[in-house]
């Protein structure tokens, strides 16, 4: 499985799914450099094994933003306390949760995966091309 189309403000497909994403992530075309950290702190938070010992689901999520640059198990280390929440994906809720302390941050954020039709259901905004919200 492998990740060939995401929405960062607007829609964006991969043509090359496997390869470098380095010509992408240069330009604004893609999004702004503090959504690809969202996104990158979101799958980090959000998966909990490696590439190698992940589902599918999760191991193109992995590879994804590890392919934009993104250092997972660094990000895991600094973002997720000790004492962090998490609610497991499990099919009657359709989604898995984790609350962290984004590093350097007197603030807690949560960082959600799922089912489209629910995690859309619960949002109350959304972050546009421009990287407003």
């Known amino acids: 499985m492998?990740?060939?189309t995401i929405w960062a403000g607007k829609s964006h497909q991969i043509n090359n799914p496997d390869g470098?994403?380095?010509d992408m992530l240069n330009t604004s075309e893609?999004?702004?450099p503090s959504t690809l950290q969202l996104l990158n702190e979101a799958v980090s938070v959000n998966t909990m094994e490696s590439i190698e010992n992940s589902?599918?689901?999760e191991k193109a999520m992995l590879k994804f933003i590890k392919r934009c640059g993104c250092d997972f198990?660094?990000?895991r280390k600094t973002c997720i306390p000790k004492d962090f929440v998490r609610f497991q994906f499990d099919s009657a809720r359709k989604r898995m949760s984790t609350i962290i302390k984004p590093?350097?941050?007197d603030f807690k954020r949560i960082h959600v995966k799922g089912a489209s039709e629910i995690v859309l259901e619960s949002c109350t905004h959304y972050i546009d091309a421009n990287g407003d919200k």
Do not use: D, I, M, Y
């Open 20 to 22: 470098a994403l380095t």
């Open 103 to 105: 590093a350097g941050s």
């Open 2 to 4: 492998t990740w060939t």
């Open 55 to 57: 589902g599918a689901t």
């Open 73 to 75: 198990e660094n990000v």
């Open 30 to 32: 893609f999004c702004r």
